[in-house]
């Protein structure tokens, strides 16, 4: 399944310093705006401490965790829905992505200049919202006048998208984006080959400087954007992207240490994963046994023949049943067999919905 989050802010703001630090793929940074043109695309592995316990119980000869996908995006600018700044080429990047984490410069450095000359992070959001928004309407108003003279021919599906892409335009028009628009199901259906860049879930990032790190609400430009993403039902997590950059070239006991010494319990990175995953509505599932012991991505809701095609197309066409046990039922029995034993291991069907945690076994035949 591939899914990515695109990484999106002002220039200087630390979203390339995050990125390699997410990815360690050493995406170019430098002091002046757009050092990244092309998106760089880099796959994270999913933290998940499910898998270790998994790996304690099964000694697998090998442990494979699922993945996400991130894309750092080229800075945008205040015109770029105009063509500023190489606007259009970073718009169309966004487009591509199905998620927004948003970085937000929360941070005081005279030595890193700021594209607007100023610390206001949102201003920052504001602007960059505003060019998302500015973009979405081209695409409406580009669309909007066919729309109404084939609704007035009572064309079924074009009276649906007219009164779809006109509650988005009253929307736009009050600087409100699409994921805040009600529309009904046949509507949403109507204007999704849009793909409007304000229909993208969204998370703000906000990046403080590392000695913060331990007091991050102390920080009144972390106040602020806490308050602002209330508002759009969005979440924030706070991180240091050159704190981050450093934990992520440490490992195993050696990463441990170093948090300990910041005083954290994790990193902001695991956390910054861990929500974007939660952001596009995503569960892990685990096949396990003594060859692999491995983490598999689905979304919410998925039943257990589509679930079992996200491992090999056969796996759904042939699909029999589905085997399974929920990870805390697996460790608090002890082993698979006691499981069984004790009634935990359950046979499924087609009409099963996949949950998250599960530990499954799918039987199938083609």
């Given at each position: ?359 499954v076994n799918f039987r199938f035949n083609v």
């Amino acid at each position: 399944m591939s899914l990515t989050t695109g990484i999106v802010g002002l220039p200087n703001v630390g979203k390339s310093t995050l990125f390699n630090a997410i990815t360690q793929a050493g995406a170019e940074m430098a002091n002046y705006p757009f050092c990244t043109i092309e998106p760089n695309v880099g796959i994270v592995s999913v933290p998940d401490k499910r898998l270790d316990k998994l790996t304690e119980m099964y000694h697998p000869k090998k442990t494979i965790p699922t993945t996400f996908e991130f894309t750092d995006i080229a800075g945008l600018v205040k015109g770029a829905s105009k063509g500023e700044g190489l606007g259009n080429q970073f718009l169309a990047n966004i487009r591509q992505v199905d998620a927004i984490s948003h970085v937000v410069r929360c941070f005081d450095d005279k030595n890193i200049t700021h594209v607007s000359g100023k610390i206001d992070p949102i201003d920052d959001i504001e602007t960059i919202n505003l060019e998302l928004i500015l973009a979405d309407m081209e695409q409406i108003n580009k669309r909007l006048d066919r729309a109404e003279k084939l609704a007035k021919q009572k064309e079924k599906q074009a009276v649906i998208e007219f009164s779809a892409l006109q509650k988005l335009k009253d929307a736009f028009d009050e600087g409100k984006p699409a994921r805040h628009v009600a529309l009904t199901d046949e509507e949403e259906i109507a204007v999704k080959p849009f793909n409007f860049l304000t229909k993208k879930p969204v998370l703000y990032v906000a990046n403080i400087s590392e000695d913060e790190l331990l007091a991050p609400d102390d920080n009144v430009y972390v106040q602020a954007v806490k308050k602002y993403a209330e508002k759009d039902g969005s979440e924030v997590v706070v991180i240091s992207a050159r704190i981050e950059s450093e934990i992520a070239e440490l490992e195993g006991e050696e990463k441990k240490a170093f948090l300990l010494d910041l005083g954290l319990d994790t990193s902001g990175l695991d956390r910054l994963i861990a929500k974007s995953y939660q952001l596009l509505g995503l569960a892990t599932y685990f096949t396990a046994g003594e060859k692999e012991v491995r983490a598999w991505t689905f979304r919410k809701g998925t039943k257990a023949p589509q679930a079992a095609g996200i491992i090999h197309s056969d796996f759904e066409r042939g699909f029999i049943r589905a085997e399974i046990v929920s990870f805390d039922d697996l460790v608090a029995a002890g082993s698979e067999l006691a499981a069984k034993e004790q009634g935990r291991l359950r046979l499924e069907g087609k009409d099963y919905i996949m949950q998250d945690g599960d530990v499954v076994n799918f039987r199938f035949n083609v």
